[in-house]
C-alpha cells in the first residue's frame, strides 16, 4: 500500500530556521510534492523532488532520499505569513499524471 | 492567464438535496482531479479526468457521486442526496498534457456543508 506520514503540528518562531519532515511508502516511485495551504485556501506548489539531494528555492529547500523513502521542506527566515499547513504528496502507485496521495499536513505556527 | 476556477465557493443544501460543483482547469490543461477535505484531514482523491473520459474513479463513493468533463464546458462533480458527513471542502486541480508527472493547480475550492 501507500502512506505518508509528517508531523502534525510544528511551531516556531519568526527569523527561525524549522524543517517538516516526511516519510512515505510507495509502490513504484515517481517523485515527491510539497504544497502550502493557508487556513480555507487552495495548496498552492511549493517543490517538486524526484532525485537525491536537496534542491533550494529561495528561504524554502526540499530534501529526499528515495533510499530512506523520507523528505523535508526547510524553511528558512520564517515570516508570519509562513503560518499555514504543508502537505507532502506522492504519485499514485508511479504513473505519471496520476492522482497525488497525500498526507494530512503539518500545521505550522509562527510566533513573534 | 486565470487559475483554476471553482464555484460556487460556498454551498448550502438540507439533507437529501443534490450538489452540483464546477470546475474550470487553466487554459490549456486537459486533465482534472478532484479532491475532498474534511476537517482537519489531509485531501482525499476522488476522481481524475480527461476530456469526455473518467481516467480513475478508484476514490470516488460508488453511490450518489458522479462525475464528468464534456467536451464543452466545466467539469462536474455531481453528488445527489447529501447527508451530514457529505460536509467538506471540495478541491479541483488542473495540469497539461504532457508525459511526464506534473504539479497539480489546485483551485479555491467549493466548501459544502450539509443541513
Known amino acids: 500500500g501507500q502512506n505518508i506520514d509528517q508531523p502534525t503540528e510544528m511551531t516556531a518562531t519568526e527569523g527561525a530556521i524549522v524543517q517538516i519532515n516526511c516519510t512515505y511508502q510507495?509502490?513504484?516511485?515517481?517523485?515527491l510534492f510539497w504544497y502550502q495551504q493557508h487556513a480555507g485556501e487552495a495548496p498552492t506548489f511549493l517543490s517538486y523532488?524526484?532525485?537525491?539531494g536537496l534542491e533550494e528555492k529561495g528561504r524554502f529547500s526540499s530534501f529526499l532520499s528515495r533510499s530512506k523513502g523520507y523528505s523535508y521542506l526547510l524553511l528558512k527566515e520564517l515570516q508570519m505569513k509562513d503560518s499555514a499547513s504543508y502537505l507532502c504528496?506522492?504519485?499514485?502507485?508511479?504513473?505519471?499524471?496520476?492522482?497525488?496521495?497525500f498526507g494530512k499536513g503539518t500545521k505550522l505556527s509562527v510566533k513573534p | 492567464n486565470a487559475g483554476v476556477m471553482q464555484n460556487p465557493r460556498h454551498l448550502v443544501r438540507r439533507r437529501g438535496q443534490e450538489a452540483r460543483l464546477r470546475c474550470s482547469p487553466m487554459?490549456?490543461?486537459?486533465?482534472v482531479y478532484w479532491y475532498r477535505q474534511l476537517p482537519e484531514e489531509g485531501l482525499k482523491f476522488m476522481v481524475y479526468?480527461?476530456?469526455?473520459?473518467?481516467?480513475?474513479e478508484s476514490g470516488m463513493p460508488k453511490e450518489r457521486f458522479s462525475a464528468e468533463f464534456p467536451k464543452e464546458g466545466p467539469s462536474i462533480l455531481r453528488i445527489q442526496q447529501v447527508v451530514r458527513g457529505d460536509s467538506a471542502a471540495y478541491f479541483c486541480?488542473?495540469?497539461?498534457?504532457?508525459?511526464?508527472?506534473?504539479?497539480?493547480?489546485f483551485g479555491p475550492g467549493t466548501r459544502l456543508t450539509v443541513l
Open positions: 486541480a488542473s495540469s497539461p498534457r504532457t508525459s511526464r508527472v506534473n504539479e497539480q493547480f
Open positions: 510507495t509502490s513504484g516511485f515517481n517523485g
Open positions: 523532488n524526484v532525485l537525491d
Open positions: 504528496a506522492v504519485p499514485r502507485g508511479g504513473g505519471s499524471q496520476g492522482n497525488l496521495i
Open positions: 487554459k490549456g490543461h486537459s486533465h
Open positions: 479526468l480527461q476530456k469526455e473520459n473518467i481516467i480513475d
